[in-house]
């Protein structure tokens, strides 16, 4: 019998990887069953358990490449690093606009599926801590919430700003408008639906969502 290779097994689960992430784009990924994944990637049903035992463990490897492959991280650690050269309301501006671009740009790909695997932990908790539960990747928005909430902190303590609120509350503030803008475009765009029949469009949302974290750290627009 032949040796496997490394290079053809990482093949084999790249392929079903690819396949689970084609189809969790065409439907919910509560929906998304064991027998899309075999049907999509062309493999039988021993091929696919041959290299993963559940369809969780597929769900896993998705959300890694996921992260892997859309990382803003390095962009905003280069905006970061010149916190002593501009004012933290141009690093707010900045920030949303990454932010608002990126939504824009992965709003039928990424965010939606972030946007059903947020669903997903509301109906299934254990599960997704079990799909979660061995990355331990920092994510996106991880590293910018801790980044921020550093920032703030430091111009505070200079007393550059005078916060509105306390810090902590302006970061779950922020957490929770960002969920508010994500679940509204994805709904507006993957599923046709949203409140009043608005069109909501990402950057121009973001343009509001940074006015109103530069008042809430004391500043001006």
């Known amino acids: 019998m032949?040796?496997?290779t490394d290079e053809y097994v990482k093949n084999k689960r790249k392929r079903i990887v690819d396949a689970c992430y084609a189809v969790c784009l065409r439907?919910?990924?509560?929906m998304v069953t064991m027998t899309d994944v075999i049907e999509e990637?062309?493999?039988?049903?021993g091929g696919i358990y041959r290299f993963y035992s559940d369809l969780d463990e597929i769900l896993r490897d998705v959300i890694r490449e996921m992260r892997?492959?859309?990382?803003?991280?390095?962009?905003?650690?280069?905006?970061?690093?010149?916190?002593?050269?501009?004012?933290?309301n141009d690093i707010v501006y900045a920030i949303c606009d990454i932010l608002?671009?990126?939504?824009?740009?992965?709003l039928m790909?990424?965010?939606?599926?972030?946007?059903?695997?947020s669903v997903l932990a509301i109906n299934e908790p254990q599960r997704v801590a079990k799909i979660l539960g061995s990355i331990h990747e920092e994510g996106n928005l991880e590293h910018l919430t801790k980044l921020m909430g550093s920032l703030i902190e430091r111009e505070c303590q200079k007393g550059n700003i005078k916060p509105k609120a306390d810090p902590v509350e302006i970061m779950q503030?922020?957490?929770?408008?960002?969920?508010?803008?994500?679940m509204n475009c994805i709904i507006n765009a993957c599923y046709n639906q949203g409140s009043m029949k608005i069109k909501y469009e990402p950057r121009k949302l973001f343009d509001v969502y940074a006015k109103a974290m530069i008042m809430l750290m004391g500043g001006e627009i």
């Open 109 to 117: 790909t990424v965010q939606k599926l972030n946007f059903d695997l």
């Open 68 to 88: 892997h492959s859309f990382n803003i991280m390095e962009e905003t650690d280069r905006l970061f690093s010149k916190a002593e050269e501009i004012s933290i």
């Open 173 to 182: 503030y922020a957490a929770s408008v960002y969920s508010g803008i994500e």
């Open 27 to 30: 439907k919910p990924i509560q």
């Open 2 to 4: 032949p040796k496997v």
């Open 100 to 106: 608002g671009r990126t939504m824009e740009e992965q």
């Open 41 to 45: 990637s062309g493999l039988s049903q």
